[in-house]
């Protein structure tokens, strides 16, 4: 069973050589057609696309029910912050050094000082970044960072390179911050070309009623998906919020997985993969951008507690951009469940 694919080398096998792959492929007869209509609405570009509803059938064999959705809670009324002390409480209590893989962005700066704000020793929370970290934001880096963490800076490199250099302790990355919080208002995908939950609706549309402003034809095929949503689904931001919410989930979760060995895999945390941050997200009322059409309001939670931890110039301006923490190899094309890589076959 598959955890994880690349999603274009998986997409040229098939139209190259789809033999080559068969034996990973679903028994459903219609599974070709089922990977044209994931080709037709841009389901194959950049990101693994899988259904945690289990509702929208995929063309390969994905291990199921390993990342499950929540459903709704009456009367839910805890706080962001309230989920995120305790998820730092749970990640220090493995009484582990907690190296965080610190990208420059939102996420990871905020999981770094919550972690060091509860570690007993704050010694235990060290970063670990590499020069894409510096070069998105170094002047944080420079004025807050450098002289009050213990840190450790390196080229970046494949990421079957990025875990041997430290031998100790867990590596936390701020993975599935984005599927909490969905895209940013403006952030849309130019000439239709990106990962697809961008490419839904515009600025000018994005609060408006989806089915107003979504190609039909898509909202047929994710009609049943939809209609399963924990959360009400209403607006174009609402189903972009899903998308990346359900469709997305394991993308974050296996990212920084690829072609590690399973020692070090095992030892990845994504500080926002945790059945509480889910239900947060589910069942909250707080909107996930503070003031309608400003992406700089985006992720406000967060925000808002940088500033408390002095970063009030970088929580206020620092915009919401898909931080780049190394780069990966592209010629694996299937993870499979066992960790191993299957490759493409010419």
């Given at each position: 069973?598959?955890?994880?694919?690349?999603?274009?080398?998986?997409?040229?096998?098939?139209?190259?050589?789809?033999?080559?792959?068969?034996?990973?492929?679903?028994?459903?007869?219609?599974?070709?057609?089922?990977?044209?209509?994931?080709?037709?609405?841009?389901?194959?570009?950049?990101?693994?696309?899988?259904?945690?509803?289990?509702?929208?059938?995929?063309?390969?064999?994905?291990?199921?029910?390993?990342?499950?959705?929540?459903?709704?809670?009456?009367?839910?009324?805890?706080?962001?912050?309230?989920?995120?002390?305790?998820?730092?409480?749970?990640?220090?209590?493995?009484?582990?050094?907690?190296?965080?893989?610190?990208?420059?962005?939102?996420?990871?700066?905020?999981?770094?000082?919550?972690?060091?704000?509860?570690?007993?020793?704050?010694?235990?929370?060290?970063?670990?970044?590499?020069?894409?970290?510096?070069?998105?934001?170094?002047?944080?880096?420079?004025?807050?960072?450098?002289?009050?963490?213990?840190?450790?800076?390196?080229?970046?490199t494949p990421n079957t390179e990025n875990f041997k250099d430290i031998k100790t302790g867990i590596f936390v990355s701020g993975m599935c911050g984005n599927q909490l919080f969905g895209p940013t208002d403006d952030m849309f995908a130019k000439g239709g070309k990106g990962m697809f939950h961008h490419t839904l609706g515009t600025p000018d549309t994005i609060y408006e009623d989806y089915t107003k402003h979504i190609n039909p034809d898509l909202l047929d095929f994710f009609g049943p998906m939809i209609a399963a949503s924990p959360r009400p689904i209403e607006t174009?931001?609402?189903?972009?919020?899903?998308?990346?919410?359900?469709l997305d989930w394991y993308t974050a979760i296996y990212e920084h997985k690829i072609q590690i060995e399973k020692q070090y895999a095992e030892n990845i945390y994504g500080f926002f993969d945790s059945w509480d941050f889910q239900t947060w997200a589910i069942n909250t009322k707080e909107p996930f951008t503070k003031v309608k059409g400003n992406s700089l309001t985006h992720r406000w939670q967060m925000r808002e507690v940088l500033k408390d931890f002095g970063l009030e110039h970088y929580a206020t301006h620092k915009d919401k951009k898909i931080s780049n923490f190394s780069f990966h190899d592209s010629n694996w094309m299937l993870l499979l469940d066992n960790f191993k890589n299957i490759y493409d076959y010419r």
């Open positions: 069973m598959i955890l994880y694919y690349n999603k274009s080398k998986v997409s040229e096998q098939i139209k190259r050589n789809r033999e080559g792959i068969w034996n990973y492929m679903t028994d459903d007869r219609n599974r070709i057609r089922l990977f044209k209509d994931y080709e037709n609405f841009g389901l194959n570009k950049y990101n693994m696309v899988y259904d945690r509803t289990k509702i929208l059938p995929h063309y390969l064999q994905i291990t199921p029910d390993l990342h499950p959705m929540p459903g709704r809670v009456e009367n839910y009324n805890r706080s962001f912050w309230d989920v995120a002390e305790q998820r730092a409480k749970e990640l220090l209590a493995l009484d582990q050094p907690i190296n965080v893989m610190w990208s420059g962005g939102i996420d990871s700066t905020f999981i770094l000082y919550v972690l060091q704000k509860y570690a007993n020793d704050p010694n235990q929370v060290r970063v670990y970044g590499t020069y894409n970290s510096i070069i998105e934001s170094g002047d944080l880096f420079d004025r807050h960072i450098k002289n009050n963490f213990r840190h450790y800076i390196k080229v970046s174009v931001a609402d189903l972009r919020w899903y998308c990346i919410f359900n």
